[in-house]
């Protein structure tokens, strides 16, 4: 039920890497490929804990992570990055990229509905699209947006509030943000969107989710169209 100060939700924010896209360890092919171009790490035991930092930190802004792993070295970290992208673009490119069973039918119905959708993702705007493009999802949603210009990546708030602005939602009430990481949990969270969920088709499991503060926890986001119509 909906109160007078509680708008229905008219604006979901999607995750797209292990949330809408399958995720099939291409961030780990692609680590490795940034570390051997870069030169990261010194030895196996130095590479296997920036692996686990790189899954731990899923969702957020790439060049974010490769700047921790660098430590500050900036000219390493954007070396990092673009080999990075660029070998997470050419694995899209060659096939390696499908959308998670019921995603694309649910963008469409949420958009029939007139509910708004946006896009986000951690990776830079060309890896971004190389998944689109690959998936034909250029028109799916309302919004799309990556970390850039002024737009901070997650944990923070910024790419929620931007949709929200962009669609022109009417409070942060209105908003539900899903995604598959601690990252897009804490980044819902500190954009105040009333409904924070996480999904288990990627990278952080169901306790991981719910000690970020998800306050629903789905198998997929195909379980989302029963949810949306419980919290409305």
Not at 66 to 85: D, I, P, T, V, Y
Not at 153 to 160: A, E, I, S
Not at 169 to 184: E, I, N, R, W, Y
């Amino acid at each position: 039920m909906t109160t007078s100060d509680t708008h229905p939700i008219s604006l979901v924010v999607f995750d797209m890497a292990g949330t809408t896209v399958e995720d099939r360890g291409l961030v780990q092919q692609s680590f490795a490929a940034a570390d051997e171009h870069a030169g990261l790490s010194r030895d196996e035991q130095d590479r296997a804990r920036m692996l686990t930092y790189v899954t731990d930190t899923m969702g957020q802004s790439k060049i974010d992570v490769f700047r921790h792993l660098s430590g500050g070295n900036e000219e390493q970290a954007q070396s990092a990055n673009k080999a990075f992208e660029d070998r997470y673009g050419q694995l899209v490119r060659d096939g390696h990229c499908s959308a998670i069973p019921g995603a694309a039918d649910l963008l469409h119905d949420l958009r029939s509905d007139g509910i708004k959708t946006a896009l986000t993702t951690g990776f830079a705007h060309e890896t971004q699209y190389a998944i689109l493009d690959a998936l034909g999802w250029r028109d799916i949603a309302d919004v799309v947006l990556c970390p850039g210009d002024g737009m901070r990546g997650r944990p923070f708030p910024d790419m929620p509030l931007t949709a929200l602005l962009r669609t022109s939602a009417p409070s942060v009430q209105a908003m539900l943000v899903v995604g598959d990481t601690t990252s897009d949990i804490t980044s819902g969270l500190r954009s105040g969107a009333r409904v924070v969920v996480g999904v288990l088709t990627g990278a952080h499991d169901a306790d991981q989710l719910r000690a970020a503060g998800a306050t629903h926890i789905l198998e997929s986001v195909a379980d989302l169209p029963s949810l949306i119509d419980a919290v409305n």
